[in-house]
């Protein structure tokens, strides 16, 4: 299983980014996927989550309202829409997946994750 992210980068605060997170390596049907971020001497923070067939959804309290995820079955691909950035959301990025589970929101639930993607923002 292989997951890569892309789509980080330096925004202004009040900005957008979409984070991508190709997934390859089998089915992913039954999985849950999720983005997760760990901003410097912190740790890892839970940001959203999707199931794969259902596309039942679930965000962290600092980005609801804000962050919207969502997946494409036929480009086997998540996305993490994030709007009205705020500097606190300066943080690596990061997308992982799971079957092991019907659905969770635990990091260490999760069993394949991506490289991250620095996502930056200015105020």
């Known amino acids: 299983v292989q997951l890569q992210a892309s789509g980080g980068g330096l925004v202004q605060a009040g900005g957008s980014l979409r984070l991508s997170c190709a997934a390859s390596?089998?089915?992913?049907?039954?999985?849950?996927l999720g983005w997760f971020r760990r901003a410097p001497g912190q740790e890892r923070e839970f940001v959203a989550a999707?199931?794969?067939?259902?596309?039942?959804?679930d965000y962290g309290a600092s980005v609801k309202g804000r962050f919207t995820i969502s997946r494409d079955n036929n480009k086997n691909t998540l996305y993490l829409q994030m709007n009205s950035l705020k500097p606190e959301d300066t943080a690596v990025y990061y997308c992982a997946t799971t079957n092991r589970y019907s659905w969770t929101v635990v990091p260490t639930s999760y069993d394949y994750w991506g490289q991250g993607t620095q996502v930056t923002v200015s105020s």
């Open positions: 390596g089998r089915t992913f049907s039954n999985d849950v």
């Open positions: 999707i199931t794969w067939n259902s596309g039942r959804v």
